[in-house]
């Protein structure tokens, strides 16, 4: 067998390790229960730091960056211009709040008390404010981030994903908290749409609903923050006078896929059968995408980064909770 055969059974090997990792993750959760990206992470975080993955299919498991791409622009289909509109000034006020607030201060503490380097303290910032792991994975395109950093800042956020999911229902219940308060608060607060809707809809109908449309308000600044991102370290890697040219080469150019694809969702180009295969779609891609991220989460590089990013955002959660808790039953 030549080596040009070898390589590509080898990426076909590579392709299938992510599939099958998937698959197990789907299920588990299917039958198990839990969040089925972050049992995928977890797998292949398992499967690199026992056996390893064999360089055979690294190309292959390399895939996962593709998939992410193509699962960022697939997310504006989800982008809904008329739930956005419907929730009124209150709620866009308070995200916009929490979007600014969050990003300045875990921008803050990243560098000036716990010591994270720069861009990682950004993909921490960008995940804990807006959307999660889908806004962590946009500016990492727009910043030109480091896969590793990517992969401590996913790893991160999606612990606290697990933690909020359990947390909130509990909390929401024990302050005896309306279904609109706790919706408010769960959909500004948490991290990622899938955890903010499953808390939601375990307090109450009524705070499931409440939850979504707050989180998708905050859903929308995934491509604002990523271009606003890409602006600022491109002026910087060009010595703060970056030109236009040089702006375009390092902006996202998957972003501009996002962008019209909610585009052509809002105007109702899409039936509800396409919008569901859609995201049906996206779901698998970031399934294989997570599978591969796990995979990079190494237990030594973990070390020598420590507990920093945990603590970061930790203390942002705790402080942003509470200001949010304390505005929503104060003015409602």
């Keep these: 067998m030549d080596d040009r055969s070898r390589r590509s059974i080898g990426f076909a090997l590579g392709f299938l390790t992510l599939v099958a990792i998937a698959a197990v993750a789907h299920a588990l959760a299917v039958s198990v229960g839990g969040s089925a990206l972050l049992l995928s992470v977890a797998i292949g975080f398992v499967i690199a730091n026992t056996v390893g993955v064999p360089a055979v299919i690294r190309r292959g498991v390399g895939l996962h960056k593709l998939f992410l791409e193509v699962g960022i622009v697939l997310l504006g289909v989800r982008l809904s211009l008329s739930d956005v509109a419907s929730t009124g000034v209150f709620v866009v006020v308070l995200a916009v709040g929490v979007i600014v607030l969050g990003l300045v201060l875990v921008e803050l503490l990243s560098r000036t008390v716990f010591g994270i380097d720069r861009k990682t303290g950004t993909l921490l910032a960008a995940g804990s404010s ?38 909130y229902p509990f909390v929401g219940q024990v302050l005896a908290l309306t279904p609109k308060e706790f919706g408010l608060w769960a959909g500004s607060t948490m991290f990622s749409t899938g955890p903010v809707t499953a808390a ?23 491509g604002i923050a990523a271009i606003a991102y890409s602006f600022v370290y491109a002026r910087k890697r060009a010595g703060g006078g970056a030109s236009l040219r040089g702006l375009w080469e390092q902006f996202p150019k998957f972003l501009v896929g996002f962008v019209l694809v909610a585009a052509v969702a809002n105007a109702g180009l899409l039936g509800p059968s396409q919008i569901e295969a859609t995201n049906a779609l996206t779901d698998g891609l970031f399934l294989l995408a997570f599978a591969g991220l796990g995979t990079d989460i190494q237990l030594a590089d973990m070390r020598d980064t420590g507990i920093r990013p945990i603590l970061v955002v930790l203390t942002h959660l705790i402080l942003i909770s509470v200001l949010v808790l304390t505005v929503v039953t104060t003015l409602l």
């Design 130 to 167: 807006i959307c999660g792991v889908s806004a962590a994975v946009a500016v990492a395109g727009s910043i030109d981030a480091h896969e590793r950093q990517l992969a401590y800042a996913v790893a991160t956020i999606l612990v606290f994903d697990g933690l909020t999911l359990l947390t």
């Design 200 to 222: 939601g809809f375990a307090h109450s109908a009524d705070a499931g609903q409440w939850a979504t449309v707050t989180k998708l308000v905050r859903n929308a600044f995934i």
